[in-house]
């Protein structure tokens, strides 16, 4: 029996977790169907999904169906808990997204499918609430194409036509088709699996009507990863449950058995394998399990373990900073150790504590996962704590390509690093490389350099914001034969990214919403003002009908609180859906810098000079950038 990974996304009230509630029953995995609505679906079992509504929390469910085994992973679908589901993409064989036959594909859809395309999923489609649509199949199928990819074909009617589409993706295809008339299952399986076809199903989840052959698809267009020998894991998850820490991982290659050295100072005390809120206990983990490991204290979410050393850095983050305001008989000192403990859980909420201020902040994604965090923290450490307004996180990057340079010589210490910093595309991240020979630079110190530009947030120099879209490379270093320290390179590659922002063009960059605004066609003039005005951009809707869609982007330092006068001009007949769209530059960066203040030279946490050992009278000397 062949073990996949498959997880369930879907824009919030397309029918995700519903889905996930038939494939259980119809597997015989439940006896009776749960639902959403009537709080007792099998996998939204915490107390604030099932008062909501909605899935907060990723969890899995084990389902054997036909010559499949399934560990189904449910993910959150509101755009505020987009981390949380983009963590479980790290772990994925295939996925499914399921699009609500209502609205067709919506913003938080789209970037779903920009996530799974980034993470390279294959990817099944089911069009749910086929039942109550006013729309043919045919209209959301187009919809799908024109929105998603071109190559979502309807598996469910495999005609003359059907095989005529599939047979233009490919030559090999076509001469298939050409000769047979038809194209084998097993010639579609390779295509499927490298995202150049997507199987389209329709259905409602809800009464179950083609969930069955959504799960005869899944048996028989998919394949099964071949891993190799040699133990390897990926870890996707933190939780705390009972007072014990535990960490999620998928098996990629070897075993795993309890009481084994992960690492030299990190041992696995148990191994247990959960569907639902229960789980079974297991001496040995084989590749394809998705299991939780009890004893390990220090690996975090997105770490590879074994052969598998490479860590993943997520594509989304939080876009607004909050200060977290405590009761006056809180320790504080005490919270913030609490508080550190959530954001293994979540490292995309970066608990940071201002010393200068006495503040904690903390990084969020919107007002939902607000109260969800109160709630946790009331129930978890009995603290009632409440949020300031928050701000925008903004982001820097640079223009044009810059060497900065590092000098670190104090007495009895001496390092120099040299790096080329080069802007990318927006969108891009940073990126790390080296190219500098060993004959001058030894590999041993090569890669120190590279661990400590990875090792922390480096800031920028217009506003002290992180720096983004940038590659760094390394040119060239020096080391001292007797005086060359481990610290004495963190101080130099740190002073060389800052002289080199220090010389380069920098632009300042602020987080924006990709919107979906659907108003009565008498709210037009209004909604197409205010769009202007937020400094948005969007696509001119068709007018010629009663209900407009307007979708576009707008910064969301602009469109924040929009939703509210939607709400009040189209007298509740409007709605507005927003999806972090990602950073862009800043639409009034001359003032937001003159607001915020930041002058880099005075930093004394984020040095932009060097120091150098001046050989008369041996006195230490601090170059600035400027210099």
């Not at 915490?46 to 008062?51: C, H, I, L, P």
């Not at 191994?271 to 206990?281: A, P, T, V």
């Not at 940071?352 to 109160?374: N, P």
Request: proline share 4%; with cysteine.
């Amino acid at each position: 029996m062949k073990k996949l990974v498959v997880g369930i996304l879907a824009h919030v009230d397309a029918g995700k977790t519903t889905l996930s509630e038939s494939m259980l029953y119809l597997s015989g995995r439940i006896r009776q169907l749960g639902r959403v609505d009537h709080q007792n679906a099998f996998l939204d079992y915490d107390m604030q999904e099932r008062n909501r509504g909605i899935t907060i929390f990723s969890k899995q469910a084990i389902i054997n169906w036909k010559d499949v085994e399934i560990t189904l992973i449910d993910t959150p679908g509101h755009a505020d808990f987009s981390a949380e589901m983009e963590r479980t993409l790290q772990i994925l064989d295939y996925a499914i997204v399921v699009i609500n036959g209502l609205d067709g594909v919506q913003t938080h859809s789209e970037t779903i499918w920009n996530l799974l395309s980034h993470y390279h999923i294959p990817t099944f489609l089911f069009i749910n609430k086929i039942d109550i649509t006013p729309y043919s199949q045919e209209h959301l199928l187009g919809n799908i194409q024109s929105h998603l990819d071109e190559h979502c074909f309807d598996f469910t009617n495999q005609d003359e036509t059907f095989f005529e589409s599939i047979a233009l993706v490919n030559d090999d295809l076509l001469d298939e088709y050409m000769e047979h008339q038809t194209i084998q299952t097993q010639s579609l399986i390779p295509y499927i699996q490298q995202r150049k076809i997507f199987p389209v199903y329709f259905g409602s989840a809800l009464k179950t009507d083609g969930v069955t052959a959504f799960m005869d698809a899944l048996d028989i267009y998919t394949k099964e990863p071949c891993y190799p020998d040699e133990f390897g894991a990926q870890v996707y998850k933190v939780t705390h449950e009972g007072g014990h820490r535990l960490t999620h991982v998928k098996i990629v290659g070897g075993s795993l058995k309890t009481k084994e050295k992960i690492k030299d100072d990190e041992k696995v005390d148990q191994i247990r394998r959960y569907s639902g809120h229960k789980y079974e206990m297991l001496e040995i983990a084989t590749p394809g399990m998705v299991v939780a490991l009890k004893g390990l204290s220090s690996i975090q979410p997105g770490e590879g373990l074994g052969y598998k050393q490479t860590s993943l850095s997520p594509l989304l983050s939080s876009y607004m900073n909050y200060r977290i305001v405590l009761p006056d008989d809180c320790d504080q000192h005490q919270m913030l150790k609490n508080l550190q403990q959530l954001s293994q859980e979540d490292p995309t909420l970066h608990v940071t504590y201002h010393q200068e201020l006495d503040e904690i902040h903390i990084q969020l994604m919107g007002e939902i996962q607000i109260e969800i965090l109160k709630n946790i923290i009331q129930e978890r450490f009995h603290v009632d704590v409440s949020f300031d307004q928050g701000q925008i996180l903004y982001k820097e990057t640079i223009l044009n390509p810059v060497e900065g340079v590092g000098h670190f010589e104090p007495l009895r210490h001496y390092a120099e690093v040299h790096l080329l910093l080069e802007p990318l595309e927006v969108g891009s991240g940073l990126q790390f490389e080296t190219d500098c020979s060993e004959d001058v630079l030894s590999r041993s110190y090569q890669r120190l350099i590279l661990t400590h530009l990875q090792e922390k947030e480096h800031l920028g120099v217009l506003t002290g914001s992180p720096i983004t879209d940038m590659k760094i490379t390394l040119l060239c270093g020096k080391a001292h034969q007797k005086h060359t320290e481990g610290g004495d390179f963190r101080e130099a590659t740190y002073r060389a990214v800052r002289q080199g922002l220090k010389m380069a063009q920098s632009i300042l960059l602020e987080p924006y919403y990709q919107f979906r605004l659907e108003i009565p066609s008498t709210c037009l003039s209004r909604a197409l003002y205010d769009i202007e005005q937020m400094h948005g951009t969007f696509e001119m809707p068709d007018t010629s009908l009663e209900t407009i869609i307007i979708e576009g982007e707008a910064p969301v330092a602009c469109m924040q609180n929009y939703h509210q006068e939607v709400i009040a001009y189209s007298k509740g007949k409007g709605k507005l859906s927003c999806s972090l769209k990602g950073y862009q530059p800043c639409h009034n960066q001359d003032e937001v810098i003159e607001k915020i203040g930041y002058d880099s030279e005075t930093d004394m946490h984020h040095p932009t000079g060097s120091v150098f050992l001046c050989s008369w009278g041996r006195f230490l000397c601090e170059l600035g950038s400027s210099s």
